[in-house]
T-cell receptor, first 113, second 115 residues
Framework: TQLLEQSPQFLSIQEGENLTVYCNSS?????LQWYRQEPGEGPVLLVT?????EVKKLKRLTFQFGDARKDSSLHITAAQPGDTGLYLC?????????????FGQGTRLTINP | DAGITQSPRHKVTETGTPVTLRCHQT?????MYWYRQDPGHGLRLIHY???????DKGEVSDGYSVSRSKTEDFLLTLESATSSQTSVYFC??????????????FGPGTRLTVL
C-alpha cells in the first residue's frame, strides 16, 4: 500500500521553464520532508515542513504543506540543468518509539539545456 | 556529511545463499534504518532500530533480519537470498528531536544482485 502518491513520476522540461511536483496522501503526517537524490548516492534532505499551510523557499524551490497536513508540493521556478535529479517526498510518522518515514515513488526530473 | 558507510557497495550472489550487509556510523545517533529502493516504489522501510538490541519491523520485513549489538553498527541479513531481493539497499540514521522534524541521513547504498 502506497501511503504517499507522488506525481508525476517522470518529468522532462527545457531550461527556464517552471514545474510543480505533487505529493498526496489520505494520511496525516507530523511533518513532510523533501529529499533529492543523485545517481549512485543516498537521498539528501532539502526541507522539512511541519505546520499546515507552511511555505518554505530554498532559492528557486518553493515547498508547501497542505492545510490538513496530508499533501505537499514542490515548485521550481526557472529550472536549470543542475536541478536534474530524483526528488522524493516523505511523510513522518511516530510509532514504536521511533520516527518512521513513508516515501513517495519519486519524481525523476530532467532539465534539458 | 554524516559519517555513514555501507559495505559492501556492490554484491552479486546466487539464489539461496545468505547475505549480510553492514551499516556503520560515527555520529552516535540512536536510530538506524534499512530501506530498499526499487523503481516505482521510492524507498521502503525494511527494519529499524531505536537502540542497541532494540529493533522492529518495517513495511517489507519478510525475508530479512537485523541485528544491532553496538550503537555504531546495524546489520541486515538475507537468510536465503531470492531474486526478488535484488535491489539497492540504503542505511539511514537519525536522532529524535521534538521539532521541527527529524532529518534522516543516508548512506551511499549497496547494490545487491541475486542471480
Amino acid at each position: 500500500t502506497q501511503l504517499l502518491e507522488q506525481s508525476p513520476q517522470f518529468l522532462s522540461i527545457q531550461e527556464g521553464e517552471n514545474l510543480t511536483v505533487y505529493c498526496n496522501s489520505s494520511s496525516v503526517f507530523s511533518s513532510l520532508q523533501w529529499y533529492r537524490q543523485e545517481p549512485g548516492e543516498g537521498p539528501v534532505l532539502l526541507v522539512t515542513v511541519v505546520t499546515g499551510g507552511e511555505v518554505k523557499k530554498l532559492k528557486r524551490l518553493t515547498f508547501q504543506f497542505g492545510d490538513a497536513r496530508k499533501d505537499s508540493s514542490l515548485h521550481i521556478t526557472a529550472a536549470q540543468p543542475g536541478d536534474t535529479g530524483l526528488y522524493l517526498c516523505a511523510g513522518a510518522l511516530y510509532s514504536g518509539g521511533a520516527q518512521k518515514l513513508v516515501f513517495g515513488q519519486g519524481t525523476r526530473l530532467t532539465i534539458n539545456p | 556529511d554524516a559519517g555513514i558507510t555501507q559495505s559492501p557497495r556492490h554484491k552479486v550472489t546466487e539464489t539461496g545463499t545468505p547475505v549480510t550487509l553492514r551499516c556503520h556510523q560515527t555520529e552516535n545517533h540512536r536510530y538506524m534504518y534499512w530501506y530498499r529502493q526499487d523503481p516505482g516504489h521510492g524507498l521502503r522501510l525494511i527494519h529499524y532500530s531505536y537502540g542497541v538490541k532494540d529493533t522492529d519491523k518495517g513495511e517489507v520485513s519478510d525475508g530479512y533480519s537485523v541485528s544491532r549489538s553496538k550503537t555504531e553498527d546495524f546489520l541486515l541479513t538475507l537468510e536465503s537470498a531470492t531474486s526478488s531481493q535484488t535491489s539497492v539497499y540504503f542505511c539511514a540514521i537519525s536522532e529524535l528531536r521534538l521539532s521541527p522534524g527529524n532529518e534522516q541521513f543516508f548512506g551511499p547504498g549497496t547494490r545487491l544482485t541475486v542471480l
